[in-house]
């Protein structure tokens, strides 16, 4: 089974289930290891749900020419989005430490009370608990795991736009 002859929907399924899997492992680490998200990771999540999503629909639909190319474009902003974001958080995480920083009031509270681009500048220059290192792998922090999925996901998109038989 050579991936390279895969048909459009069996790539796109592929990503999709690649993408519930990763949102299925951080919901895990949040309620059974007990390590909540910050405003970052929870942005991160919205990248992975979004292309997750993006994956689904071109999976089930199947798009002619035109629709394949505005979704993987949107794939590829959703992946460019995440890598942004986890960028950010892994060079908080090498700052040194703040003991009076934090990442703000909880982004459901910002959200309730704030205009969304305020949100937004406010949880892209988090400090405290975004910058503070809660699980690892390989010595590797989760910020840089889900840049490198962003990546993988964003690649994984176009090729199944480029590369991959038609069917």
Known sequence: M???R???RSVNLLGFLACAGLLGYAIFVQFVQYINPCPLCILQRLGFISMGVLFLIAA???PAALGRWII???MVLGGLFGIAVAARQLWLQAQP???FGSC???LKYMLQTLPIGEVLRKVLTGTGDCGEVRWQFLGLAMPFWSMVWFGLLTV????GLRRFKVS
Do not use: D, E, T
Not at 156 to 159: A, D, E, K, N
């Open 104 to 106: 703000g009031a909880p």
């Open 97 to 99: 430490p703040n003991p």
């Open 156 to 159: 994984w998109s176009w090729l």
């Open 6 to 8: 895969w048909s459009y």
């Open 72 to 74: 993987v474009g949107l």
């Open 60 to 62: 089930i639909f199947k």
């Open 2 to 4: 050579n991936p390279l």
